[in-house]
């Protein structure tokens, strides 16, 4: 279903962000009041080591400030994502960023102060007044983490700049989001349609290859223009990672990045080794791909087309909803009741609109729903979208029900195993309840090009973001030329001889946000991985696997992610996740190529 202006849109299609504040006034107005509260929180100003209940109050005091100053800065970057163009939420989220900043100059003196209370005083404090122990894990975690805090001027300057740190995103998502204009191709038939970022997936999976061509190159053209802006807001913003690792005395910005999840670099260095080792696998995969599509040369272009011919089943949003909710059965009765609730609350918001954000996410604040923003087209994959991000958002409700604030977040290592543990029980049921020869084969053909897109591709993103941080460690610059040439070799490496390259898709590292957070994207590799695992538990196991589950998504941050994930039944710092993975992939080739026959 298309709208062409987010006042078209029925208001059960909206998430309910009213739920956070009524208007930008009322949120303005908590702006002032969090202010207040970041200027009276200074009072403890050389006075945490005083005694144990001053310490504990200044904890849960800060506690409350950064609640209220996220809630806030979230609520403004919603209304801005809503429709980037809108002045005036343009102007509540810089009010909020500049929030922020002064909220973070506020507490600056709370991490080295914290730092210089001996570790004995810490522990006779948690020993001697009881409300402290809630906080002993964050305790414990602040003293692993010592040697990178610095002096206390040093963090006050730190946080009076931390206002500059999202210019480089910011642009990014100004050009892309907003100001980038696709133009128009014609269709299968022959209607000219616009090309956005939402509708791009759709055409580019066209069975019409002039349709997919087009497509391809009407949006990587746009890119080209402006691939010298683009790789100077990237080549920055790899600046900033590689400089505040230096700041801060990690050995390098990808340490420095694992570190706050206490991931052992080890996991990263796997998941590469592995993936690569299995990556004739992916070549085979192109293979087949280009013999069944008939194809004499295959292009980028033609990587996204379903291999076999399917029916096109349309699917509403509420159909969508249904068939996520089927397929989460086994989660048991708790699981689900919340998430059809969740539905009707209204967390999602689901159209595309001019000016929205491209993309899909999870977000919300810890005292907030836990909203959805979807850019919804009807298609099944747009329903592995839904229930995806579901899995993000049941797990922020969870946590944040089961733990206080401080522990009420999850690691982004262990956020991607929720939303990928119900991609793949959606992906088993549809399989198991496929009713021909056929159907079988497409959703074979889907179920890989999930490995694909998931497993292989947020690799091979991992693998380049790996070495842009290293070139720029080394003194390099990224160019736009320099940054072409490595994605080049990567994505050549990765798809193999049974494709012909053309330079469009060297342009790729252009348009990838995830970019702009570093060391991001593997950890959809790694959670594919766990999340594979554990969704076999659960439907070989049944109710005892889905509760050991439901207690990961319960525990937040209350333990580090690698224990956490251990809840479910997975090790992550071992290969085996990883290596199992590779062996599911090449087993549903298999499959794929037997039923075929």
Request: charged content about 30%; aromatic content about 12%.
């Amino acid at each position: 279903m298309a709208y062409k202006t987010r006042k078209d849109i029925p208001q059960k299609y909206k998430w309910n962000i009213e739920a956070m504040y009524a208007d930008k006034e009322a949120a303005e107005k908590e702006i002032k009041k969090c202010l207040s509260m970041a200027k009276a929180f200074t009072k403890y100003q050389g006075h945490l080591k005083d005694d144990a209940k001053t310490f504990c109050s200044a904890l849960k005091d800060k506690d409350k400030l950064l609640e209220k100053a996220e809630k806030i800065a979230i609520y403004a970057h919603q209304k801005k994502d809503e429709d980037g163009r809108i002045s005036s939420a343009i102007e509540l989220d810089g009010k909020a960023s500049a929030m922020i900043a002064q909220v973070m100059q506020s507490i600056a003196f709370f991490a080295p102060e914290f730092a210089a209370i001996p570790v004995n005083t810490l522990k006779a404090f948690i020993k001697e007044y009881k409300p402290l122990k809630m906080y002993e894990f964050y305790i414990n975690e602040e003293i692993r983490q010592r040697a990178h805090i610095l002096k206390k001027s040093d963090e006050m300057l730190l946080a009076q700049i931390s206002e500059l740190t999202g210019c480089p995103e910011d642009v990014f998502r100004m050009l892309s989001d907003a100001e980038f204009k696709f133009g128009e191709i014609k269709n299968e038939k022959g209607k000219l349609v616009p090309v956005t970022h939402g509708s791009y997936m759709t055409l580019v999976r066209s069975k019409n290859r002039d349709v997919r061509k087009a497509a391809y190159e009407s949006l990587y053209g746009v890119y080209k223009q402006y691939r010298n802006t683009i790789a100077t807001a990237y080549n920055y913003s790899v600046k900033q990672d590689v400089i505040y690792s230096r700041i801060r005395k990690y050995p390098s910005s990808r340490a420095a990045a694992l570190s706050g999840a206490n991931i052992p670099e080890e996991v990263y260095d796997n998941l590469l080794k592995v993936v690569n080792e299995h990556l004739p696998a992916l070549h085979r995969y192109m293979k087949l791909r280009k013999k069944l599509l008939g194809l004499k040369d295959l292009r980028m272009y033609d990587v996204y087309v379903p291999m076999l011919p399917n029916a096109e089943k349309k699917y509403s949003y509420e159909d969508g909803q249904a068939l996520a909710l089927t397929a989460l059965a086994p989660m048991g009765k708790e699981y689900c009741d919340t998430l059809k609730q969740g539905y009707k609350d209204r967390w999602v918001d689901v159209y595309e609109t001019e000016g929205k954000r491209s993309g899909a996410y999870s977000f919300g604040s810890y005292s907030s729903l836990p909203y959805i923003l979807l850019n919804y087209q009807d298609r099944l994959e747009d329903v592995f979208t839904l229930i995806h991000e579901s899995g993000h958002s049941m797990h922020s409700y969870l946590s944040r029900k089961n733990q206080p604030y401080i522990y009420g977040d999850y690691s982004i290592f262990a956020a991607e195993v929720a939303s990928t543990v119900n991609e793949s029980l959606l992906m088993n049921y549809l399989i198991n309840n496929t009713k021909s020869k056929k159907e079988k084969a497409e959703l074979l053909n889907m179920w890989l090009e999930e490995f694909r897109t998931t497993l292989f591709r947020q690799t091979q993103f991992a693998e380049f973001e790996l070495e842009t941080h290293r070139m720029v460690e080394r003194g390099e610059v990224l160019t736009a030329d320099a940054l072409e040439e490595l994605y080049g070799q990567i994505n050549a490496k990765y798809y193999g001889p049974a494709v012909k390259y053309d330079d469009f898709i060297k342009l790729e590292w252009s348009r990838i946000p995830h970019f702009y957070s570093a060391y991001y994207v593997y950890q959809y590799a790694t959670g594919y991985s766990a999340a594979s695992a554990i969704s076999s538990r659960i439907l070989e196991k049944g109710k005892p696997a889905a509760d050991e589950y439901l207690k990961f998504l319960k525990a937040g941050s209350s333990n580090y992610p690698i224990e956490v994930l251990k809840y479910g039944g997975v090790d992550m710092a071992s290969k085996e996740p990883v290596e199992a993975a590779m062996a599911k992939f090449e087993a549903l080739l298999d499959e794929l190529e037997e039923t075929l026959k």
